[in-house]
């Protein structure tokens, strides 16, 4: 590793706790870093949002980042906030703000204090907020969700449209776009409409190999089979998505009759119900939200265990982004979408009231849903063919997490039918879609097929030994395994290509899955997905959530905002009884140890203690000279009653950063004697009010304190009568 490399893996293990970086995000960071446009490519749960945000953090100036869901953008800046002692760290720049709110926000970024500022596009339309940006140093503007640019995205917002001359009117800024969107079709409309055709691009696999696939048929005792799966995962989170808001109102009152903890949430219930149900299933206060597919909810909730579908999705993208929100921590994922033909039927029937062009999309989507629940394939392997990108079944990384992989259909030998099937694309010459090509196949006139006079070519009917289904199913496993491709300009068309054509004149053996029978079958048993936690102790797994929703609950933070799952499953894994042993936990930085650690390694303690634990050895902490050097020159030299102006200078530190030093001490235990100097900074009175509020506060944070006093004391004399506080009550 070379110098830059060791400052960035430094600054992820400083900021996140994490000792390396997921797939991509090295690079991308690097680009970034380097200020050219960057264009990224990668699934919900790849680890996106990092991408930008450490380069943020460690840059000069402020990064933009704009963003459609309000309440998303919440979610981010709590969390960017709990890295940080400064809440400042982090802002949103949107509707719902007061005067003073973006007056704190603008004074924040003047002073170089804040690292990224979240804005909704239509924000950065205000030219009073443009002409702020334009008078302070902007690192870069990362877009967000930017398939919201393309007509062709499932998710298109006009007001994207305009983001590229807004930028520009920032001076030269590089941008970074990131979707999780990756048709090629989408893919180039961004590039052209931000006009960044020379960006570096980043495209992540959009392979999720924890997430286990699953499609059952959709039988009238729908609600009993979705009552008994959630019973089996009890205590986890999941989400069902329904198509209707009735359907979604309905279910969630079966669920909670059956003592399921669960809340709707669809866009008919007004915003506070729904920012209420929200924040419930983030506190974890309820564990299933039932919610419509229209409805995109803006949660980042890494420990979501399952994702139903009760009603087929319209696409693809939309099965795979909501899909996609299950198990973002690595954590077990289970997908399970009910199908039936009589709901894909309706979905049709309510896309004819729309334009000819919608229509056409709308259909060609719809149908690309239907062969993925219809395949007996690898469904993992069909989805990534649809993203443009090769999964190998037998090798790749969670091919066996699929219900048609465990449970493999019958196969049967299929070589000269796929001979026959690629010798009708080619001399029909590539104008039919999926259906003509069927059709032609087994003998059946259509007005498509007599418009062509197709029916009175020689080979028309050549396949009507076998019926409509079989050829339907042969023909999805054909084009995945790339002999045919679809037209992407020309809505699904299909053509034959040269590997196609090099099979005609040399054809191999081809064993094809018959296709899945939906008819209403019965309940199949239930295959879980493998659990991804090692040999972690669930019991103090079990300990550890409760105590951690407590201290959340104390805090008023969502509990992933003070450890998520896998630092808890580690905990488990390696029983820290120290918080200094913490520091060694997956997802633990230093600043999360101090500020939260204590009563995790207490119970750990006691749990070890109890049950005659042997701790693994790989626990001795390696700590680093230099810290441990300066905290002790720090306790001595405060025993000596030393100006602390003279302590910072001595270890070429700013004041802010010496305070930092002295929390960390008080904080991991150590008591600080400064009464010394706050003497001289405050009379007994003043300090006996600071000394009460924080006696009767729910939390120890400083900007409760600023907003509680309203100015009376700056932000240095609260935080270092917040370490007097915590030497004399706490340690």
Known sequence: MNSNEIEIHKELKKYFGFSQFKGLQEQVITSILGKTNTFVIMPTGGGKSLCYQLPALIQEGTAIVVSPLIALMKNQVDAIRSLSSENGIAHVLNSSLT?????????DITSGLTKLLYVAPESLTKEEYVAFL??????????????????????????YRNLRNIIK????????????????????DILKNLDMSDANTFKASFNRPNLYYEVRTKTKNIES???RFIKQHKGKSGIIYCLSRKKVESIAEVLQVNGISAVPYHAGLDAKTRAKHQDMFLME????????????MGIDKPDVRFVIHHDIPKSLESYYQETGRAGRDGGEGHCLAYYSYKDVEKLEKFMSGKPVAEQEIGFALLQEVVAYAETSMSRRKFLLHYFGEEFDSETGEGADMDDNVRNPKNKIEAQDQVVKLLEIVRDTKHIYKSKEIVFTLIGRINAVIKAHKTDTQSFFGTGSDHDEKYWMALLRQVLVTGYLSKDIETYGVIKIT?????????????????????SEADDEAIVTASKSSGTADEVLTGMLRELRKKVAKKLGVPPFVVFQDPSLEDMALKYPISITELYNIHGVGEGKAKKYGTDFVALISRYVEDNDIIRPDDLVVKSTGVN????????????RKLSLNDIASAKGLTMDALIKEMEQIVYSGTKLNIKYWIDDMLDDDQQEEIHDYFMESESDKIEDALKEFDGDYDIDELRLMRIKFISEVAN
């Open 134 to 159: 334009q008078s302070v140093p902007i690192s870069f503007v990362a877009i967000d969700e930017a398939h919201c640019i393309s007509e062709w995205g499932h998710d298109f917002r006009p007001e």
């Open 169 to 188: 009117q920032l001076g030269k800024v590089p941008i970074i776009g990131l979707t999780a969107t990756a048709t090629p079709k989408v893919q180039e």
């Open 628 to 639: 441990s050097a300066n905290k002790l020159y720090i306790i001595q030299n405060i025993d």
């Open 498 to 518: 040269q590997e196609g054509l090099d099979y005609i004149k040399n054809p191999v053996s081809f064993m094809m899955s018959e296709d899945h029978e939906y």
């Open 99 to 107: 005067k003073t709110e973006i007056a704190q926000v603008k004074k």
């Open 285 to 296: 206060d309820v564990d299933v939200v039932v919610a419509t597919i229209a409805f995109g």
């Open 225 to 227: 089979d979705i009552i």
